[in-house]
């Protein structure tokens, strides 16, 4: 059977599964754009910047865990895509890109709207296609899929010129793909595996780190089981978090720059990590040298290139994590370590890190924690990049796998609303609660037009403290307080909400945030909360760039202290 290239493009992603696509038209996608209605099953998302559609897409995929996609225009759709595109592949989030490109007989021209994109993106995508005639567009998208959803996941690229879009050929799609040179190792090495057990089985101290690889490979009940057995404490890292109950017995929240300080202190005097999932990003680990001095190491990561890349490790074992965790469970044997889990009680008593300061101040840490306490953690929260993302990260205490959606490695501005629309479309059913800050909202502000548009009932919570807070807080303690182009004169954000039609509410005082969280999620819509939080609030606890964790500097001396009701705070 003969189709177009542009039918051999709706034919693939519908046998891939594929039930939405996030895009922005233009001249060399209109031969696709036109073919579309001719697939009702393809929901199309139109955003209004394409940096939205790659985020949506990376939003939708870290919530339903399968691809996310876009599509973009030859040239300026092709580029606005690269932020998402990178915020994707550093979190390794299976995105698939699709974007026009000039005719064949223009690449080469410097044609109208030409732009390499495959040049552009190679190194932020896991591979990447240009695809040169109609005949191989099965076969690509085949392929596609797989290296987008095997091993460590990725984002893809396919870049397809106009006419190819036009050219007939006969569709075929593959069965199977054989890629030689690419074959991810999913099972653990039996040797390797022993050897971890036995570390395991010995450790007196022994503490585990859990990463995002956690979530993606849904090893949650493997990684309970081991927490449980050998009766471990999980240390989260900031991608990690939701891949382990904060309400367990053994949770001790996060690590890192903005950690709790009793999991840093956890990890300086561990005797064993055990890092799953995790890829010892520098704000995980601070310092390398000083990080987990007395331990030895066990590291599981689906990615042989994550192996030894940061710090020394003891015991490598290369697989997918859910697979490892059943062997290892194997041959772990039930431990008690009544000792280190008083000792780690009795830092977290000393070191709270999770209580605020009492009184009207509208304190963010209230509004996260007043979000959970309404919400009663049945929410997926999305944030942005800043103040307001650590804050989401420590207060509001995660039960729900897979429940915190979140800028890591990139650390995109800007990321906030369209991944949460990408969330929604992908969860409709679930509170969707944005957490945006002042200034990454600004950036893609675009995107409620796309919310209303689609009917989807977000719930945003803007975190104004008129600063670029994050910047400003290292100005404060770093640069003596000079606050160089970090105040933001924001919009009226309940003006800008009613532009768009979306009902909203702004809140002064703390003893209003509670009846402005139950007003949104009793409205039957998108709902937008301004916040007029503390504006020069800073994250504590935090260790200083060029620290160690075990530096960790726990914040000014507080005043009278609200104790921790759930956030990050276990009671071992
Ligand atoms: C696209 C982009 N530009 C710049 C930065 C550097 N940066 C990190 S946090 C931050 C401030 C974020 O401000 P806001 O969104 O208001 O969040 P807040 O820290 O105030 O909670 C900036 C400028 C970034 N992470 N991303
Ligand atoms: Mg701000």
């Not at 099972?187 to 010995?202: D, F, T, W």
């Not at 160089?484 to 309940?494: E, G």
């Amino acid at each position: 059977m003969k189709l177009t290239g542009a039918q051999i493009v709706c034919e693939s992603l519908v046998k891939e599964g594929v039930e939405v696509i996030f895009g922005f038209p233009g001249g060399t996608l209109l031969p696709f754009y036109d073919t579309l209605p001719g697939y009702p099953q393809l929901r199309h998302i139109l955003v209004r910047h394409e940096q939205g559609a790659a985020h949506a897409a990376d939003g939708y995929a870290r919530a339903t865990g399968r691809p996310g996609l876009c599509c973009a225009t030859s040239g300026p759709g092709a580029t606005n895509l690269v932020t998402g595109i990178a915020n994707a592949y550093l979190d390794s989030s299976p995105v698939i890109a699709i974007t026009g490109q000039v005719a064949r007989p223009f690449i080469g021209k410097d044609a109208f709207q030409e732009i390499d994109i495959t040049g552009i993106t190679l190194p932020i995508t896991k591979h990447n296609y240009i695809v040169l005639s109609a005949a191989d567009l099965a076969g690509v998208f085949k392929e596609a899929f797989y290296i987008a959803t095997t091993g460590r996941l990725g984002t893809v690229l396919i870049d397809i010129p106009r006419d190819v879009f036009i050219e007939e050929a006969e569709f075929h799609y593959p069965a199977k793909v054989e890629l030689s040179g690419y074959k991810p190792t999913v099972r653990g090495h039996p040797a390797q595996i022993r050897k971890a057990a036995q570390l395991i089985n010995r450790a007196e101290c022994p503490v585990i780190i859990s990463g995002r690889g956690v979530i993606i490979s849904g090893a949650y009940q493997e990684l309970k089981e081991l927490a449980e057995k050998a009766q471990i404490p999980v240390i989260t890292t900031l991608l990690g978090t939701s891949s382990f109950p904060e309400n367990h017995m053994l949770s001790l929240g996060m690590l890192g720059m903005h950690g709790l300080a009793y999991a840093n202190m956890a990890v300086s005097n561990a005797d064993l990590v055990i890092a799953i999932g995790m890829r010892f990003d520098d704000r995980a680990t601070g310092v390398v040298s000083g990080f987990a001095p007395k331990a030895s190491i066990i590291h599981i990561d689906i990615d042989p290139a994550e192996i030894g890349k940061n710090v020394r490790v003891d015991v490598p074992i290369v697989g997918d994590v859910k697979n490892v965790l059943r062997e290892l469970n194997k041959q772990v044997t039930n431990q008690t370590h009544v000792g280190w889990i008083q000792q780690l009680e009795q830092w977290r008593q000393e070191h709270p890190s999770t209580d605020i300061r009492g009184g009207e101040e509208l304190l963010p840490q209230y509004v996260i924690r007043s979000i959970c306490e309404v919400t009663n953690s049945d929410a997926t929260i999305v944030t942005g990049v800043g103040q307001h993302q650590m804050w989401s990260a420590q207060h509001f205490c995660y039960k729900k796998p897979n429940s915190f959606i979140s800028s890591g490695g990139l650390g995109t501005m800007g990321v906030e609303l369209p991944a949460a629309i990408g969330v929604k479309v992908g969860r409709p059913e679930e509170t969707v609660w944005c957490i945006a800050g002042d200034g990454g909202l600004q950036m893609t502000i675009q995107e409620l037009a796309t919310m209303v548009q689609e009917r989807l009932a977000i719930k945003i919570a803007v975190m104004n403290n008129g600063y670029l807070g994050m910047v400003r807080q290292w100005q404060e303690l770093f640069y003596e307080r000079r606050y160089v182009a970090t105040p933001l004169m924001n919009p009226d954000f309940l003006k800008v909400a009613d532009a768009y039609g979306i009902s909203a509410l702004r809140v002064k005082k703390r003893s209003e945030v509670i009846p402005a969280i139950q007003r949104a999620m009793e409205h039957d819509g998108p709902f937008l909360i301004d916040f007029m939080i503390e504006p020069e609030e800073n994250v504590y606890p935090m260790v200083p760039p060029g620290a160690t964790l075990a530096q960790v500097i726990e914040g000014p001396k507080k005043k009278a202290a609200v104790p921790s009701t759930s956030a990050t705070v276990s009671n071992i």
